[in-house]
Structure formats: structure tokens, C-alpha cells
């Protein structure tokens, strides 16, 4: 089969590690790519928002299937003018989309299927969440525990536009949660856990994501087999209800509550970080199983986990999620490759042939190993061999579960 893959980042580059993996692939062609994805693709010039640039590259290379990584082509409805030519593509359309392009579209289609989740408040009073209503690349979500933080916050998210939604503060342990979706039935992936604040103890602002790990280790198969009933089942039968049939990876963001499970927020592709990990689990054919979701029918698809857990760690500028980092030559990439860890590129590119940081998160680095422990452990150690002058990390990634600190003793049910 004959791919071309969306999007420049890392979980792009983790999707063309996976892809590249399958028995079903003939050729792999990415836009625009990055050097990482460039190892394994033939990159093109061609922007994830090109939906004319993308549609000439599918009919040049005779593509078979569109895997759309990021959002942002999504909720601009590329999917919808690849299709409309008939091309296959793994990526829901723009009106599907719409459940993580309007924070209040995905409100409306949660209460209209029963989802359990948090009461909107009528004022951003503390203790509160504020929501920019559209897209804000993972950061325009401030969690307020006084009144000073709600102030501040409602700058921030009014940054992003001025629609806001407020909600209720959810406490207790977050997660995510993965399902390739055909527009009525959906197969799950590994559950994520990832680390959205820029520094340890998840203390500062809000990024695109540190760090994740999977699987988590107090949600067993049954327990995610609840999950998908409960929170992604009924929003697509939602979804084709309103006609808008979602063909695609759907992202649910958890926080498991001593009441049980609310969802907190929906996507309409993979995460990033959290992809990194989730993907080098999967132990099957991720193309064919991509393309019958693209299809619609994933009714034959069987993935299983591979044993073990993964564990990845971010390298980012040392001002981000403030700033970014670019130009500086990035050296060791082959020695943390060389302990078995797989590196994938996030924010790079090359210059006269050298690979150089472009972007605030620059680097993920990933491990696996047959426990969370040990895979904590090999990240790090690769961590250490790569990096630039300013490389700033996390260095509590997945530090409680590997402990047994983090726990969820009450039955998902």
C-alpha cells in the first residue's frame, strides 16, 4: 500500500517509525516530514494544510491511504477534499473534527450522549477550568485555584479567541485514552498517561505535553473495554447521528474521579506525546488496521499490547513552552539510539547537513522494557547521551506509577 503521512512533529514521526514496520506498506511518503521522518519517507515541500498540495501528491505517487497526524488539517477539512477525490483517508472530517475544534461543539454532543462529565459553570469563579473554545496546540486549558489564577487565566485563554467555556474543577488521576474508529465501532489502543506541566511536580504553564507513559497500570483490559463503552461508543453513534461519521483516532482525555470516570476533553487524533509510547506496544499490522477505520469497518481489526510498558521523555527549549529553541546543533542522537531507545524528532531540522533544534519541543526520547521501572530507567539513561546547550526536561516522568505511589483502587464500572 502506497502512504502519505500529514504533519512535522514527533508523534508524525512516531507513525512513520510504526508504518514503516508494516508488511502492508509499499511506499511511504510523508509532507512535509521532518529529518527524523525522512530516515524512513520520502518528504515533500508540502504544508499539512495544502489540501490542493496534498491532493497533487496523492494523485503523483499513486497514494492508497492519507494517515492525517495533526489536528489543525483536520479541523480545516483536508480529510474532507482528499475524500471527496476519493482517496482513502485515516482522519475524520471537518465536521467530525469539530470534537476538538469547538470545546463547546464537544460539550453539546457529551450531553446529548450522556457522557459523564464537568458541569459547565455559569462564572469563571475559583476553583474552576477555563477553555479557549478552539484549537490552542494543548495550552489553552487553565485549571484556577483562586481568584488571581482566574484572572490571569482568562488572559490566557482569551489569547486563543474569545470564546471560553467554564467548568467545574475535576480532582483525582488523569489519563488518556486511544481508539481507532470507523464512524460506529472502535478498537483501543495502549492507555497514556502524560505530564502537561512545564516543570517537575507539575508545577508552571501548560505545554504541548513533557512526557508520557504507557500502559497504565491500574486500568486492566476490562476496565478499558468499560471505558470505550462508556465514553467513545456513544459519541460516535452521536456523531452519526448528526451526520458527521467519525473515521479516525479518537483522543479521550479521563480524569478518573472518586465518582468515577468524567471525561475532561476529546481529540480528534492521537496525542503527542503519548504516541510515542502507545505506538512500539502495538504488536500487529498498524497500517491495515488504519486503513479499515479509513474504510469503515475495523470490525476484522485485532491489535494486541505488547508486553511491558514504554516511557517517553521530551527534550524542549529551555524557554518553552514561552519560547523556542532554534538553530542550535543537537549531538548524541546516535548514542541514545545505540542503547535501544528510539529518538524521534519533534522540532528539527538540518542545516549544511547537520541536525540543529527548530521548535520548543525538540526531541522524544522513548524505551521499553518489561517494566515501568526499567523502561523509566533506559529513557533517562538515553536522556542523558543527547541533547544541546539549554536542553531542558522533566525529570519526573512516570516517577509515581513506576513507584507504586500512583494507584486507582476503586472498580471503573
Known amino acids: 500500500m502506497n502512504v502519505l503521512l500529514v504533519g512535522t512533529g514527533g508523534r508524525e514521526h512516531a507513525l512513520a517509525w510504526a ?113 479557549a473554545d478552539g484549537l490552542a496546540a494543548g495550552k489553552g486549558v487553565v485549571v484556577c485555584k483562586t481568584e488571581a489564577e482566574v484572572r490571569a487565566g482568562l488572559a490566557t485563554v482569551r489569547s486563543f479567541g ?105 481529540n480528534c487524533r492521537l496525542g503527542d506525546p503519548e504516541t510515542q509510547s502507545v505506538l512500539p506496544l502495538v504488536d500487529g499490522d498498524l497500517l491495515w488496521a488504519l486503513a479499515a477505520a479509513a474504510a469503515g469497518d475495523v470490525s476484522e481489526v485485532t491489535l494486541a499490547q505488547r508486553a511491558g510498558s514504554a516511557v517517553t521523555v521530551v527534550l524542549a527549549a529551555a524557554d518553552y513552552p514561552a519560547g523556542d529553541d532554534r538553530g542550535t546543533p543537537i549531538v548524541g542522537v546516535e548514542a541514545a539510539e545505540a542503547t535501544g531507545a528510539l529518538v524521534f524528532h519533534a522540532g528539527t531540522a538540518l542545516r549544511d547537513g547537520a541536525l540543529v533544534t527548530s521548535g520548543g519541543r525538540i526531541l522524544d526520547v522513548t524505551a521499553t522494557a518489561p517494566t515501568l521501572g526499567e523502561a523509566r530507567k533506559a529513557a533517562y539513561d538515553a536522556v542523558e547521551l543527547v541533547g544541546w546547550p539549554g536542553a531542558r526536561r522533566r525529570n519526573d516522568i512516570a516517577r509515581r506509577a513506576a513507584s507504586g505511589a500512583a494507584s486507582w483502587p476503586r472498580e471503573l464500572a
Open 19 to 131: 508504518l514503516s514496520r508494516s508488511p502492508s506498506l509499499t511506499a511511504l511518503h510523508a509532507a512535509p516530514g521532518n529529518p527524523g521522518i525522512a530516515s524512513l519517507a520520502r518528504c515533500h515541500p508540502v504544508a499539512p494544510d495544502d489540501s490542493e498540495g496534498l491532493l497533487g501528491l496523492a494523485r503523483s505517487f499513486g497514494i492508497e491511504l492519507v494517515v492525517v497526524g495533526p489536528e489543525g488539517p483536520l479541523v480545516a477539512g483536508v480529510a474532507d477534499v482528499l475524500r471527496h477525490a476519493g482517496i482513502l483517508v485515516f482522519g475524520p472530517s471537518a465536521a467530525a473534527a469539530r470534537i476538538e475544534g469547538s470545546k463547546g461543539f464537544a460539550k453539546e454532543v457529551m450531553e446529548a450522549a450522556g457522557i459523564a462529565t464537568a458541569r459547565r459553570l455559569r462564572l469563571p469563579v475559583a476553583p474552576c477550568v477555563l477553555k
Open 162 to 266: 474569545d470564546a471560553i467555556l467554564v467548568e467545574e474543577l475535576l480532582e483525582g488521576l488523569e489519563v488518556s485514552l486511544f481508539a481507532l474508529c470507523d464512524g460506529r465501532r472502535a478498537v483501543a489502543l495502549a492507555t497514556a498517561q502524560d505530564f502537561k506541566r512545564a516543570f517537575d511536580d507539575d508545577e508552571g504553564p501548560n505545554t504541548g505535553g513533557m512526557g508520557a507513559y504507557a500502559p497504565v497500570p491500574w486500568l486492566d483490559p476490562p476496565a478499558v473495554e468499560r471505558l470505550v463503552d462508556q465514553t467513545v461508543l456513544p459519541v460516535l453513534a452521536e456523531l452519526e447521528r448528526r451526520d458527521a461519521p467519525f473515521r479516525g483516532a479518537l483522543f479521550v482525555g479521563l480524569m478518573l474521579t472518586d465518582d468515577g470516570p468524567r471525561v475532561l476533553e476529546y
